[in-house]
């Protein structure tokens, strides 16, 4: 059973353009949102991570918008680059407990 | 300050081998974890080692196993590989047990059940 449900799978953007990711859990108890992002041949690494007692969060171009009563949160990749091609990965964690990740978007940034 | 570090990058087993993967965690770093990572899959989480003692398990049968050693370094031990264990393994590496520490991963190692 997957825990933490990421969509779209793919996505396609032009250079400057909003790349959205979103992903849905069900378990009440995850209570830390990292996403990672994966370049190809590396390990993923911490893009950004948003904690549920606050509704966003934003470095940068990445902003994490998290809506507690709907158990859904996005990553918003603003004025996107060829740069950011790669797969990102949302993930949560209970206290205490383990990671559980989504099945990844790959993203495409056109010039 | 180094990385993660994990060897081999890459390995074929034929199925029923046992296999053996290393991992070194970042200077300083006291837990290790480790996943494995399907084709096109996000990581799946099999077991963190903290201090030597493990600490966490996820729903992967006992013929995965670990070590870590007392310069944290860890190693991943898989007996009996079935072709399903085709897989990347990452290995991560944080300073201290608690799982909302932030991971550093390594390049992961790539292994083929043939």
């Known amino acids: 059973q997957q825990q933490v449900k990421q969509s779209p799978q793919s996505l396609i953007v032009q250079k400057g353009g909003i790349s959205i990711i979103n992903c849905a859990y069900e378990?009440?108890?995850?209570?830390?949102f990292p996403w990672y992002q994966q370049f190809p041949g590396k390990g993923p690494a911490l893009l950004i991570a948003?904690?549920?007692?606050?509704s966003e969060k934003k470095e940068g171009r990445f902003t994490i918008s998290f809506n507690k009563s709907a158990k859904q949160f996005s990553l918003h990749i603003m004025d996107s680059q060829p740069g950011d091609s790669a797969t990102y990965f949302c993930?949560?964690?209970?206290?205490?407990?383990?990671?559980?990740f989504g099945t990844g978007t790959s993203l495409t940034v056109i010039p | 300050e180094t990385g993660v570090t994990q060897s081999p990058t890459h390995l074929i087993k034929t199925r029923g081998q046992q296999v053996t993967l290393r991992c070194s965690s970042q200077?300083?770093?006291?837990?290790v974890s480790w996943y494995q990572q399907a084709l096109g899959q996000g990581p799946q989480f099999i077991f963190q080692?903290?201090?030597?003692?493990?600490?966490g398990r996820g729903n992967f049968p006992p013929r995965f196993s670990g070590l870590q050693f007392p310069n944290y370094s860890s190693e991943l031990n898989v007996n009996a590989l079935e072709l399903d264990d085709s897989a990347l393994y990452l290995c991560?590496?944080?300073?201290?047990?608690?799982?909302?520490?932030?991971?550093?991963f390594g390049p992961g190692t790539r292994l083929l059940v043939l």
């Open positions: 991560a590496s944080s300073l201290g047990m608690g799982y909302q520490e932030t991971q550093y």
């Open positions: 378990n009440t108890a995850f209570d830390y």
């Open positions: 948003i904690r549920p007692d606050v």
């Open positions: 993930a949560a964690t209970p206290v205490g407990n383990q990671f559980y």
């Open positions: 200077s300083g770093h006291n837990t």
């Open positions: 080692y903290y201090r030597e003692e493990e600490n």
